[in-house]
């Protein structure tokens, strides 16, 4: 099936750095979202992207879709503790996840005080 | 407002028994959402309904899987029999026709 290519894996970075992830696709989505997940519980919605180009932000997230449709990345400025996590991309064929998701791997956020 | 709720939130089971994992959708979402979770694969769509009704289960790994979704407010996937390989975390999530998908908490299914 369909893989999503997220990068980077995982992040080692000071409490205060800005972050930046990125997912990548062998073919054209039409809806991407990000997502965080916390240990023990179900992904929950960061940000949803509908259309090329669009930017949007959430509070210190910003999202961007990728004008070619194949790709989008989300940042993270001013990294506070609770931003530990892992964060997940996610494309849907539909306009706005009709349809099932599919996700990437995900990025793994530690924060050093 | 209640998000997605699923049961159990922890199943541990023996080989070869039947294992049935619960979902209620948020109120007034009519579409529903049947994921896997391990480390080796990640996130993978298992199933979905569209008004109740199973519109692509191309993810369903094996006969031995099988979801229904008998009305609006309640889902159940069930496994039988189970086996160790089925040890995963299960989620489901809902969401409006051409909405956001919001994700229950999952339940952690562990197959001996």
């Known amino acids: 099936g369909q893989q999503l290519n997220q990068s980077p894996q995982s992040m080692f970075i000071q409490e205060g750095e800005d972050v930046s992830m990125n997912c990548t696709s062998s073919?054209?989505?039409?809806?991407w979202l990000w997502y965080k997940q916390d240990p023990g519980e179900g992904p929950v919605l960061l940000i949803a992207?509908?259309?090329?180009?669009e930017l949007t932000s959430n509070g210190r997230l910003t999202a961007q879709f990728g004008i070619t449709r194949k790709d989008s990345f989300l940042n993270i400025s001013a990294s506070i503790p609770s931003d530990v996590g892992i964060y997940f991309c996610a494309g849907s064929y539909s306009g706005g996840g009709a349809d099932g998701l599919t996700f990437g791997k995900g990025t793994h956020l530690i924060i050093q005080p | 407002d209640a998000g997605v709720i699923q049961s159990p939130r922890h199943e541990v089971t023996e080989m070869g028994q039947e294992v049935t994992l619960r979902c209620k959708p948020i109120?007034?979402?009519?579409?529903l959402f049947w994921y896997r979770q391990t480390m080796m694969r990640g996130l993978e769509l298992l199933i979905y309904?569209?008004?109740?009704?199973?519109?692509?289960d191309s993810g369903m790994p094996e006969d031995r899987f099988s979801a229904k979704m008998p009305n609006a407010s309640f889902s159940t996937l069930k496994i039988q029999p189970s086996e160790p390989r089925d040890s995963a975390v299960y989620f489901c999530?809902?969401?409006?026709?051409?909405?956001?998908?919001?994700f229950g908490p999952g339940t952690r299914l562990t197959v001996t």
């Open positions: 999530a809902s969401s409006l026709l051409l909405g956001e998908q919001y």
């Open positions: 109120s007034g979402h009519n579409s």
């Open positions: 073919s054209i989505f039409n809806t």
């Open positions: 309904f569209n008004n109740n009704v199973p519109i692509d």
């Open positions: 992207l509908y259309k090329a180009g």
